[in-house]
Structure formats: structure tokens, C-alpha cells
């Protein structure tokens, strides 16, 4: 068995532009802009929730169902604000209106931080809908928040094409 934590395996990156964002290639994707470093701990939600639907009838007590639609959700990410003048790329990178989308790498990739043939991404399309900066505390980095509309059916561990 192979299990592991998200810690240092996880890679978040933005990238503008995929041909066919089921077969993504490893140029595609290494053209995108990394994220990881911003992105705050479980600051990443990719919900994927299904509906039920009611499949009783009269032949049995059983209330029975049926699987029905699934998805729709926002997927967001909470990403710390760098407040080093030039140096704030997600903030700068990911602003209300940003189409593209969001490769997410939950496996270890071959070389940490460079996509390869046979390493496996999600890849979700995006709609930047929301970038909210959060609340200022005292002791705490100051941080944002991006809300994404989800244009299309993710594309879910799939491997990188050639």
C-alpha cells in the first residue's frame, strides 16, 4: 500500500489554456502558473455531491432510490496574500473573471513541481466568481479567498498525454 499525506505531494497550478482538458499534455500544463506555495492547509475544496432521487413504488415497504445528478458545487481554495509588492502571483493571477483551469495533483508527481507523461492530474475547468479577501486577525497571515464556478465535468485522475 501507498498512502501518504497531502503535505508536500499536493500541487495546485492555473493554467490558462488546454486543447482538450481530458487528455491534458505536460507542455500544456508546465506553461500553467504553480499555486502550491499560497495555498493555505485544507485550503482546497473540489466537492463533487450527488442528488438522491426517490425510486419508491407500492411493491415494497423499502423506500428505494436512485442515484440521480451529481456535481455543481463551487470549488474554492484559500490562498495566503503575499504582501510583497510583485511577488503576489496568486493574488495577481487569479482575480474575478479568470477562465482556465485548475490542476489539481493529488498523487506524487515524477519531478515535484514539473508535470510528465504517466503523471496523473485533476483537471477542473474554472470560472473565478468570487476573490474575497478574509477577514484581518491578529497572529494570523492574511489571506483570500477564490469561489469557482465549475464550467464542466472535471477530469479526474487522469494520466498526462504525451
Known amino acids: 500500500m501507498g498512502r501518504g499525506i497531502g503535505a508536500g505531494i499536493a500541487e495546485l497550478h492555473y493554467v490558462a489554456t488546454i486543447a482538450d482538458y481530458t487528455a491534458p499534455t505536460s507542455a500544456e500544463l508546465n506553461a500553467g502558473v504553480d499555486v502550491t506555495g499560497f495555498l493555505t492547509d485544507g485550503g482546497l475544496t473540489t466537492p463533487l455531491s450527488g442528488s438522491i432521487v426517490d425510486g419508491a413504488d407500492m411493491s415494497s415497504p423499502f423506500n428505494k432510490t436512485s442515484s440521480g445528478t451529481y456535481g455543481g458545487q463551487p470549488l474554492t481554495a484559500e490562498m495566503f496574500k ?8 496568486a493574488y495577481t493571477t487569479l482575480p474575478r473573471g479568470t477562465v482556465g483551469f485548475l490542476a489539481v495533483v493529488r498523487r506524487p508527481l515524477a519531478t ?3 508535470f510528465a507523461v504517466g503523471d496523473y492530474v485533476d483537471v477542473w475547468p474554472i470560472d ?13 497571515l492574511q489571506r483570500f479567498m477564490i469561489e469557482c464556478a465549475v464550467t464542466d465535468v472535471p477530469a479526474e485522475d487522469f494520466p498526462i498525454a504525451a
Open 82 to 89: 503575499d504582501l510583497v509588492n510583485g511577488s503576489d502571483t
Open 112 to 114: 515535484k513541481g514539473t
Open 128 to 140: 473565478v466568481i468570487t476573490r474575497d479577501p478574509l477577514p484581518i486577525q491578529r497572529n494570523e
